[in-house]
Nanobody
Framework: QLQLVESGGGSVQAGGSLTLTCAASGVNFRFYDMGWYRQPPGKERELVGI????????NYADSVKGRFTISRVDANKTVYLNMNNVQPEDTATYFC?????????WGQGTLVTVSS
């Protein structure tokens, strides 16, 4: 399994941009599907998007399509979440996830707060 550490969270005004980073450690990173999830205050965790191994297939939540982009650099074992035109409803703790068969890991999360 991978070990994941998110960074880049913080406070941003509505309409602004923010990039989150997920740094992984471990082996065989390139075989993992990497996802971003978020948990708004008082709500359940939800999918933001997934970038599949190979880096050419994606799955985004409807709520972020056209605003958020996920990318990965396998050589650096890093995944990014580029967030544009953020809105107050994007306020949440954002989590990185890695999956390869039964191997499933989560990071500790990074908080994003969007003010109007």
């Amino acid at each position: 399994q991978l070990q994941l550490v998110e960074s880049g969270g913080g406070s941003v005004q509505a309409g602004g941009s923010l990039t989150l980073t997920c740094a992984a450690s471990g082996v065989n990173f390139r075989f993992y599907d990497m996802g971003w999830y978020r948990q708004p205050p008082g709500k359940e965790r939800e999918l933001v998007g997934i970038i599949y191994h190979g880096g050419t297939r994606f799955n985004y939540a409807d709520s972020v399509k056209g605003r958020f982009t996920i990318s990965r650099v396998d050589a650096n074992k890093t995944v990014y979440l580029n967030m544009n035109n953020v809105q107050p409803e994007d306020t949440a703790t954002y989590f990185c996830n890695s999956r390869w068969g039964p191997r499933d890991s989560w990071g500790q999360g990074t908080l994003v707060t969007v003010s109007s």
